[in-house]
């Protein structure tokens, strides 16, 4: 069994950084800059290159559905660390539901003045 697979069939242990941006969705550069920004800890091969295990290829996943969702990186760092949406301060988690709010309130208000 190589170092690259876990006992079991086709399931590897290690990605290379190519593998894990295609997979995610992201390029090289980002996962590099997120990996200083979000304090990312990757294991490294002993040339020095990233290797990344199927947990860190899923912490990226979410890293990037959060930044999708609306979070700056701040607030992405804060739901990877384990705090709830609950806790996170309001200039983080509420840009994108402000939008929504005053989307609803224009289209309610619009609603009543159809109704009178």
């Not at 593998?19 to 200083?36: D, F, M, Q, S």
């Not at 290829?57 to 990877?80: F, H, N, P, S, T």
Request: hydrophobic residues 40%; glycine residues 8%.
């Amino acid at each position: 069994m190589s170092i690259n697979q876990e006992p079991g069939p086709g399931r590897k242990m290690f990605y290379s950084t190519g593998e894990v941006c295609r997979r995610v969705g992201i390029p090289a550069h980002k996962l590099r800059y997120w990996e200083k920004r979000l304090e990312l800890k990757f294991h490294r091969s002993k040339a020095g290159r990233r290797i990344f295990r199927r947990e860190d290829v899923d912490l990226l996943a979410r890293v990037v559905k959060c930044v999708q969702e609306g979070y700056a990186l701040k607030g992405a760092k804060m739901i990877i660390k384990g705090m709830s949406q609950m806790e996170l301060p309001l200039d983080s988690s509420m840009g994108p539901l402000k939008k929504v709010v005053r989307r609803v309130r224009r289209e309610l208000a619009d609603l009543l003045d159809w109704l009178r």
